[in-house]
């Protein structure tokens, strides 16, 4: 499959506990974005990564929110302390900056927070 | 700030029917738009998407138009089919993808 893949694709945890979510793009794509969706809304944009840089990130990602993309491949999200309020789908999508930057995004990770 | 508005926020149609899904923005300075299908619980499957230049992609029985002077784009879709119910998201891509809030349709049998 050369998809976008996520995982866990459900994580359910505590208040106050640390996770982190893993996305690996489509092999040749330069771009990585992590984007944020709550229930009935559209997808709200976090951060972006061209290769291993990030270039971007939303007011949203408070300080407890992190992202990494080491080696220009895979990309991880970890949000410390989580807070209920985190409850959403994390969505990760990968793009060709040179094919007009069409992102193709991944399953998701559906993070509850109790 | 680009803001991205759909309209309706949800449509019930009988199969067969032709229909027309709108997005609007406000900020002309785009890249591109994006069409998505969304399905219940899932991730976004890209359906179509316009470069700023252009005025239209087709795809099957799906086509969708820019106008980027009156910051409008409709998604048409052709002869409904019960499978085509899900929720359809428009984003315009200036640095990021900006999304509207979708449709979700409803196709009855």
């Known amino acids: 499959d050369t998809g976008v893949s996520q995982n866990p694709r459900h994580k359910i945890t505590k208040r106050g506990q640390n996770v982190t979510f893993r996305c690996d793009p489509i092999?040749?794509?330069?771009?990585l974005y992590w984007y944020r969706q709550t229930l009935g809304q559209g997808p709200e944009f976090l951060t972006y990564?061209?290769?291993?840089?990030?270039?971007?990130k939303s007011r949203l990602l408070s300080d407890r929110f992190s992202a990494e993309r080491p080696k220009g491949s895979f990309s991880t999200l970890e949000i410390q302390r989580t807070e209920q309020g985190d409850s959403a789908m994390y969505l990760c999508a990968s793009s060709l900056v040179s094919s007009y930057n069409e992102q193709f995004f991944g399953p998701g990770t559906r993070l509850t927070v109790l | 700030k680009q803001e991205v508005t759909q309209i309706p926020a949800a449509l019930s149609v009988p199969e067969g029917e032709n229909l027309v899904l709108n997005c609007s923005f406000t900020d002309s300075a785009i890249y591109n738009l994006q069409w998505f299908r969304q399905d219940p619980g899932k991730g976004l499957t890209s359906l179509l998407l316009i470069q700023s230049s252009q005025r239209e992609q087709t795809s099957g029985r799906l086509n969708a138009s820019l106008d980027k002077s009156s910051g409008r784009s409709t998604l048409y879709i052709a002869a409904s089919q019960p499978g085509d119910s899900a929720t359809y998201l428009c984003a315009v891509l200036g640095g990021k993808l900006i999304f509207g809030q979708g449709t979700e349709l409803s196709v009855k049998p």
């Open positions: 990564f061209q290769n291993e840089a990030q270039l971007e």
């Open positions: 092999s040749e794509h330069n771009r």
